[in-house]
T-cell receptor, first 112, second 116 residues
């Protein structure tokens, strides 16, 4: 069975631009969560979506937003990019809270 | 903020030896999951242990959980060079009534190096 698919794998953007990252969960999974990984802060939780509803949000500024579609695919958007947004963005899917969360390969975002 | 703290931060062993990594956390949990990451790629799910379980096995992996001490350990037996990676524990914090809060809190990881 196909795993979690994230696109694109790599992105280079300029400060001030915006970016949209995409995540397709494992078939049958209705929960999608997003995480940011940086060398300094490690892995930090961004959002949790279930059946198109954001159920939980991490401590990130409003420039970070997301959504989930009826087919459970999810997108996250970062507006007005800053150098500090350079990171590996990881998406995880699961059947729901309290179950195994499976991660995609991530999108490596570099802001220059 | 980080909840889990892995120990040690780095571990170097020879092939065939066992590797033990520890994880401590601060709050009540619904479950604890261990992941492996190779060179900044995606996280590979290894094992999930629920708060009412004490030990779980999967192939060469053995995970223990002590909720009274808020700690877990991951044992990899008969290590191989291919086990070289960073290992993370992730806690699924629970509400006071026991339900999952829906987010995983990761430690900073243990970097394991297995030499052939």
């Amino acid at each position: 069975k196909a795993g979690v698919t994230q696109t694109p794998r790599y992105l280079i953007k300029t400060r001030g631009q915006q970016v949209t990252l995409s995540c397709s969960p494992i078939s049958g999974h209705r929960s999608v969560s997003w995480y940011q990984q940086t060398p300094g802060q490690g892995l930090q939780f961004l959002f949790e979506y279930f059946s198109e509803t954001q159920r939980n949000k991490g401590n990130f500024p409003g420039r970070f937003s997301g959504r989930q579609f009826s087919n459970s695919r999810s997108e996250m958007n970062v507006s007005t990019l800053e150098l500090g947004d350079s990171a590996l963005y990881l998406c995880a899917s699961s059947f729901g809270r309290g179950t195994e969360a499976f991660f995609g390969q991530g999108t490596r975002l570099t802001v220059v | 903020s980080q909840q889990g703290e892995e120990d040690p931060q780095a571990l170097s062993i020879q092939e065939g030896e066992n590797a033990t990594m520890n994880c401590s956390y601060k709050t009540s949990i619904n479950n604890l999951q261990w992941y492996r990451q190779n060179s900044g790629r995606g996280l590979v799910h290894l094992i999930l242990i629920r708060s009412n379980e004490r030990e779980k096995h999967s192939g060469r992996l053995r995970v223990t959980l002590d909720t009274s001490k808020k700690s877990s350990s991951l044992l990899i037996t008969a290590s191989r060079a291919a086990d070289t990676a960073s290992y993370f524990c992730a806690t699924d914090p629970s509400f006071s009534y026991g339900g999952s809060q829906g987010n995983l809190i990761f430690g900073k990881g243990t970097k394991l190096s297995v030499k052939p």
